[in-house]
């Protein structure tokens, strides 16, 4: 495994945001999402796919709004905003 960590944030487009969370799963991506990561029952068996593709490449899925307001939240989000403290920040495809 690579030493480089591949993350992708989801956010939006909640009509496709599974089949997005699917796709960034089966490239090795780690996926942070947002609320709500599916919106119907077919969605919701696509998004029970996911889980098990993340725990099988032992890839992260991880639902980013459920924590935006807990306390250890904040020092994460003080210490991101630090200068040099990330790697490139690359923009998202609008597909």
């Given at each position: 495994m690579s030493s480089d960590v591949n993350v992708v944030v989801i956010a939006g487009n909640n009509r496709e945001k599974t089949d997005y969370i699917s796709g960034?799963?089966?490239a090795g991506l780690n996926v942070l999402a947002d609320?709500?990561?599916c919106i119907d029952a077919a969605g919701f068996e696509k998004l029970?796919?996911?889980f098990k593709t993340a725990a099988q490449k032992h890839?992260?899925?991880y639902?980013?709004?459920t924590e935006r307001y807990e306390i250890t939240t904040m020092p994460a989000k003080g210490f991101g905003?630090?200068?040099g403290s990330l790697r490139t920040l690359n923009s998202g495809h609008h597909g």
């Amino acid at each position: 495994m690579s030493s480089d960590v591949n993350v992708v944030v989801i956010a939006g487009n909640n009509r496709e945001k599974t089949d997005y969370i699917s796709g960034s799963l089966n490239a090795g991506l780690n996926v942070l999402a947002d609320k709500p990561m599916c919106i119907d029952a077919a969605g919701f068996e696509k998004l029970k796919t996911s889980f098990k593709t993340a725990a099988q490449k032992h890839l992260l899925l991880y639902d980013v709004m459920t924590e935006r307001y807990e306390i250890t939240t904040m020092p994460a989000k003080g210490f991101g905003q630090r200068p040099g403290s990330l790697r490139t920040l690359n923009s998202g495809h609008h597909g």
